[in-house]
């Protein structure tokens, strides 16, 4: 079936990395996803990368896929506290539904 | 680009009465608009999947008198939610698929939070 897991915590201090996991089932997917979301807000598409690329890098964000073992990870370089948000991970099966990991609450310590 | 606004961000009404909820993408056109459900600590449940100019699929278990919606332009879907009740009171979070990347790309809304008394 369909399932997308995350750990949930995750507390770093500030100008370290941090390193966000998630593992998925299904491997139809062409995108995965990181979605960012702050309290009370909606989410903000963070990033992607394409399902036949190994790594993405987007400023301080670094992207793997490590498709054999169905491992996504997003890694933040120099963490600042305004990164503090829950993190999801989330890929679009065949049949179009985004399914998402149970978000990853990311707390930054100064 | 792929800005998606909702409005109201928040409302509170009284047991009984309907909310209608707005979701709008300002600069794109979106046939597919999706509506989710968050409670707190938790991921968003999908509730349903809104194309314009046709009927919504609601997904198992969410009762689709209840949570009516409406996709009548490619920039606007409502959620109605008809005779609120407490237990009704969440996160009410819409999207709208759009490329880029993929036409399956969501992009979200801000989120609605409604409040039942």
């Known amino acids: 079936g369909e399932d997308v897991e995350q750990s949930l915590f995750l507390s770093v201090r500030e100008g370290d990395s941090s390193v966000i996991n998630c593992t998925y089932t299904?491997?139809?997917?062409?995108?995965l996803y990181w979605y960012k979301q702050e309290p009370g807000a909606g989410l903000q598409l963070l990033t992607y990368?394409?399902?036949?690329?190994d790594m993405k890098q987007d400023q301080r964000l670094t992207v793997l896929l490590n498709k054999k073992d169905k491992h996504l990870s997003l890694r933040i370089a120099d963490t600042q506290t305004g990164d503090s948000a829950i993190y999801f991970c989330a890929e679009i099966p065949q049949g179009g539904k985004l399914i998402f990991g149970q978000g990853t609450e990311l707390s930054v310590k100064p | 680009g792929a800005v998606v606004s909702q409005h109201p961000s928040w409302v509170i009404c009284k047991s009984g009465t309907s909310v209608k909820i707005e979701c709008r993408s300002l600069?794109?056109?979106?046939?597919?608009m999706f509506w989710y459900r968050q409670f707190p600590k938790q991921s968003l449940m999908l509730m349903a999947t809104s194309n314009e100019g046709s009927k919504a699929t609601y997904e198992q278990g969410v009762e689709k008198d209840k949570f009516l919606i409406n996709h009548a332009s490619l920039t606007l879907s409502t959620l109605t939610v008809t005779s609120a009740h407490p237990e009704d009171s969440s996160f009410y979070i819409c999207?709208?698929?759009?490329?880029?990347?993929?036409?399956?790309?969501?992009?979200f809304g801000p989120g609605t939070r409604l409040t039942v008394l």
């Open positions: 299904d491997s139809s997917s062409t995108y």
């Open positions: 600069d794109f056109q979106a046939t597919t």
């Open positions: 999207s709208a698929a759009h490329r880029p990347p993929s036409t399956d790309t969501q992009y």
């Open positions: 990368i394409f399902s036949n690329m």
